[in-house]
């Protein structure tokens, strides 16, 4: 697959990665947890479950995506780490939402699967180098990333979720 040069890379990546702004991405990835949980820890599985609006996510949905979504992060940083320009696979997530029944997940288990998934990704995201940041692998819808991108990608998804959860939680309170 050839290069893209840097203009190519998708709005969704930019934007993504715009909202971590001037925040440090190990840091937005090691308070996410806590942060959810905050906000989610006490509320009983109904509010978990009630949707945002019509054909909209619950926080239960949302923590599910979380839970999946840190597997395949952690395998992409892993592979990354490993091997020179490392295939990346997308997915689509709308496909993972109906196929794992997310709107039926157990939402606290989908959390602490989450946390533990998340802490020992930290254990790795810690011990990079300025030289494996560079490390490309080629994502197979956006083409070569580095691993400072894919990190940048995750830490703003998190920031993309969080705001998710504030306006779920605004709209079932």
Same mark, same amino acid.
């Given at each position: 697959?050839?290069?893209?040069?840097?203009?190519?890379?998708?709005?969704?990546?930019?934007?993504?990665?715009?909202?971590?702004?001037?925040?440090?991405?190990?840091?937005?990835?090691?308070?996410?947890?806590?942060?959810?949980?905050? +906000?989610?820890?006490?509320?009983?599985?109904?509010?978990?479950?009630?949707?945002?609006?019509?054909?909209?996510?619950?926080?239960?949905?949302?923590?599910?995506?979380?839970?999946?979504?840190? /597997?395949?992060?952690?395998?992409?940083?892993?592979?990354?780490?490993?091997?020179?320009?490392?295939?990346?696979?997308?997915?689509?997530?709308?496909?993972?939402?109906?196929?794992?029944?997310?709107?039926?997940?157990?939402?606290?288990?989908?959390?602490?699967?989450?946390?533990?998934?998340?802490?020992?990704?930290? +254990?790795?995201?810690?011990?990079?180098?300025?030289?494996?940041?560079?490390?490309?692998?080629?994502?197979?819808? +956006?083409?070569?990333?580095?691993?400072?991108? /894919?990190?940048?990608?995750?830490?703003?998804?998190?920031?993309?979720?969080?705001?998710?959860?504030?306006?779920?939680?605004?709209? /079932?309170?």
């Amino acid at each position: 697959m050839p290069d893209h040069p840097p203009s190519s890379t998708s709005a969704y990546v930019q934007e993504t990665i715009a909202l971590l702004g001037t925040q440090d991405p190990v840091a937005v990835l090691a308070e996410t947890p806590d942060w959810i949980l905050g +906000r989610v820890g006490d509320l009983d599985d109904e509010l978990l479950r009630r949707p945002e609006g019509p054909e909209r996510w619950s926080l239960a949905q949302v923590l599910a995506h979380l839970a999946d979504t840190e /597997i395949a992060f952690g395998w992409r940083m892993r592979i990354t780490l490993t091997q020179d320009r490392a295939p990346l696979h997308g997915f689509d997530e709308g496909a993972w939402v109906t196929r794992f029944a997310y709107a039926d997940a157990d939402a606290m288990d989908a959390f602490r699967t989450f946390a533990a998934l998340r802490h020992w990704n930290l +254990r790795v995201w810690r011990s990079t180098t300025p030289d494996d940041i560079e490390r490309l692998a080629v994502h197979s819808e +956006r083409g070569p990333e580095s691993l400072g991108t /894919i990190r940048g990608m995750i830490a703003g998804h998190d920031l993309r979720h969080r705001r998710q959860i504030d306006r779920i939680l605004a709209s /079932i309170a």
